[in-house]
């Protein structure tokens, strides 16, 4: 397996931090389009609790996020553009390349991420990634959270499998690298339909992933239904398991963008344990990564 880490450490030379900055824009699951109430599980800030303030310009938002991580920076550091809360394709082309032309200008920004939905990128859209792509490298983050219909309606995704389909071979034809979301333990799935989700998303020709533990965030619908009681959360041991079950079906060539999430603590209402992110990270890193990094050295 490799981290996102270990390839950007390996391609750069240096450490890369990701800027989560805000498009202002909004979601076809929230504008009355799709919905109204967005996915179950998405906070009001549409997934971006951590990004930038989205009323400032986007070089200032550059600006303030390298400020925020400038105290763990030690020798030489890069950086990467990530817009990540809403959908960030989700506008006009003209206000899409003027807020993605600004966020690729600076020297130290090596790529352009961008965080949408399969349903919301049309010919346009594709043509404008593709042309940004050969100036610095693009990566579209897809949220498809899993490939069962059923918890798919549940969340109210608002798109079926075929649509990410289609996104995925329409990006790769113009080179542009995908990465794909999936949570895990979404209500009602096991750990084997976990399991087929994570299969079909790296045998779906994408170059990353990113596997996220299932929040219960307040104000959502999905903290009415766990208050309720229709469903658990992962304890820590059993998201420990799975994640070591899931990493040996994800091939060297995909990298792992995430293992875990953090949610903002004052909103996070379960699993508790994710709020403590060090103890989460270690935990990871001994059992998971380690493990099977000496795993494979030894079938080698």
């Not at 270990?6 to 202002?24: D, N, T």
């Not at 079909?200 to 903290?223: A, F, M, P």
């Not at 293992?259 to 990270?281: E, F, H, N, Y």
Request: hydrophobic fraction near 35%; glycine fraction near 8%.
């Amino acid at each position: 397996m490799k981290t996102l880490n270990q390839y950007l450490k390996e391609k750069y030379g240096c450490k890369v931090y990701k800027l989560s900055i805000s498009a202002k824009v909004t979601c076809p699951n929230r504008d009355g389009t799709l919905g109204s109430r967005g996915c179950i599980f998405c906070s009001e800030g549409g997934s971006g609790d951590f990004a930038a303030n989205a009323n400032l310009p986007i070089r200032q938002q550059i600006a303030e996020a390298k400020e925020k991580v400038s105290k763990k920076i030690k020798g030489k550091a890069l950086y990467i553009a990530y817009f990540q809360s809403f959908t960030n394709t989700y506008a006009s082309i003209e206000y899409l390349r003027d807020i993605y032309m600004q966020a690729i200008e600076p020297d130290d920004i090596v790529a352009l991420s961008i965080g949408t939905r399969p349903d919301c990128l049309g010919p346009d859209v594709i043509r404008l990634l593709s042309e940004i792509n050969k100036i610095k490298p693009v990566w579209v983050e897809l949220g498809l959270q899993t490939i069962h219909e059923d918890s798919a309606a549940y969340i109210r995704r608002g798109y079926t499998l075929d649509v990410y389909d289609k996104a995925v071979r329409d990006l790769r034809k113009e080179g542009i690298d995908v990465i794909t979301h999936v949570i895990l333990g979404l209500p009602g799935e096991t750990d084997k339909d976990m399991e087929q989700t994570v299969k079909y998303v790296v045998d779906s020709g994408v170059q990353g992933i990113k596997l996220q533990l299932l929040h219960v965030l307040k104000n959502t619908d999905l903290e009415k239904d766990y208050i309720e009681g229709r469903f658990e959360v992962m304890t820590m041991d059993e998201y420990i398991e799975l994640l070591k079950k899931l990493v040996k079906l994800i091939p060297d060539d995909v990298i792992i963008h995430r293992l875990t999430g953090d949610g903002p603590k004052k909103s996070l209402v379960a699993p508790l344990w994710s709020g403590d992110k060090k103890v989460v990270l270690n935990r990871i890193n001994n059992e998971v990564i380690t493990r099977n990094n000496h795993e494979n050295q030894d079938r080698r």
